[in-house]
């Protein structure tokens, strides 16, 4: 099987067609119409085998992660997503495996509606990386610049899931079984908040989503802004998987645990009224954690109001 074998029996078959796709693969490069009066929004994210999923991970999770991981840039951007293009390293054209793996790509494709069109395939050690692109009306893409004081600081769904997969997965956590699955579910197969990204423009003042820990991103939306902001513990939405072994992993899973690909974004007082209606609509879960403040810094607070000063704070490669 050759490069172009694979790219034909893999790649090129797709669930999801689209009018705005003037020429997909099969050509030197694509040919994609960006709708008049928006903005282009682009993206990319490299996964390597070993560094960002386990070198056993099953292939349909790969190819999920893979989209997933891209779609919440999307999102955190407030963008409609239409359009990725995929390159590809891998250690032999193996069938199997390559079934399994367009099979978890192009079913969250056709969930959002996206397409391939184009890529690159070589041979060498299993690394790959997608890049998104979709689109905003001009001028309303949701940045990270934008939080005020006084604004609201919310996030979607629930934070530390896929911190307790991993540690479940590295054999560091028992926990009951019925937990198990939707934690391992959750970190090899994020779901990305795309609806609700696109629901949050002309409501949140700033937006990101959560890959690398609440206090690293966060932190990004303060620097990104120039502001500080006051958070409190008690109120972060953690999973129901949390019960059981909250004394044993504290807080940081919820804080410091990258990969749940929930949104973070902060909201004007006078915008709360259009929040709950959009997340009505959109049908994620907001909960309110904190808020932004003047002074530089984030101040996380126990329930006693004392502050609480995390042991990591994120995940970074060259750290
Ligand atoms: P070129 O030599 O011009 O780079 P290639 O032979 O690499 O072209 O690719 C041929 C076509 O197949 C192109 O349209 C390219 O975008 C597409 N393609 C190659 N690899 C992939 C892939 N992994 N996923 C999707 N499309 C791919
Ligand atoms: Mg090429």
């Known amino acids: 099987m050759n490069e172009f074998d694979i790219i034909r029996e893999y790649f090129a078959p797709q669930p999801v067609t689209r009018p705005d796709v003037v020429m997909g693969i099969g050509d030197d490069a694509a040919l994609l119409t960006v709708p008049d009066e928006h903005e282009l929004v682009v993206t990319t994210d490299m996964l390597v085998a070993g560094v960002h999923f386990p070198e056993a991970t099953d292939p349909h999770s790969i190819g999920h992660k893979a989209l997933a991981v891209n779609l919440s840039d999307l999102a955190a951007m407030g963008a409609t997503p239409a359009w990725f293009t995929l390159t590809i390293s891998l250690p032999q054209a193996e069938p199997e495996w390559l079934k399994s793996f367009t099979q978890g790509m192009f079913s969250l494709a ?3 509606e996206v397409v391939l069109v184009g890529g690159d395939t ?30 609201r600081i919310y996030v979607t769904g629930h934070l530390g899931e896929a911190a307790l997969g991993l540690l479940l997965l590295r054999g560091r956590l028992q926990l ?23 629901g949050l423009r002309g409501v949140a003042s700033a937006c990101i989503d959560v890959s690398d820990g609440l206090v690293a991103d966060l932190g990004h939306i303060l620097e990104a802004s120039q502001v500080g902001a006051r958070v409190q513990l008690n109120r972060l939405p953690l999973s129901l998987a949390y019960d059981p072994v909250f004394e044993q992993v504290g807080w940081e899973p919820a804080l410091s645990g990258g990969d749940d ?59």
């Not at 041979?123 to 934008?146: D, E, I, N």
């Open 122 to 151: 070589t041979r060498g050690p299993l690394t790959l990386s997608v890049q998104a692109m979709g689109f905003v009306p001009r001028w309303q893409a949701l940045m990270r610049s934008g939080a005020k004081p006084g604004d």
């Open 261 to 319: 690909y929930e949104l973070c974004f902060t909201v004007p007082a006078e915008r709360e009224p259009a929040l709950r209606k959009a997340a009505a609509r959109f049908g994620v879960p907001c909960v309110q954690i904190g808020e932004i403040e003047r002074h530089p810094g984030l101040r996380l607070v126990d329930e006693q109001g004392a502050l609480y000063s995390p042991k990591i704070s994120g995940y970074d490669h060259f750290r």
């Open 110 to 112: 056709r969930q959002h």
């Open 176 to 198: 009951p079984e019925e937990y198990q699955r939707p934690v391992l579910d959750r970190l090899n197969r994020p779901l990305p908040r795309v609806a609700a990204g696109q």
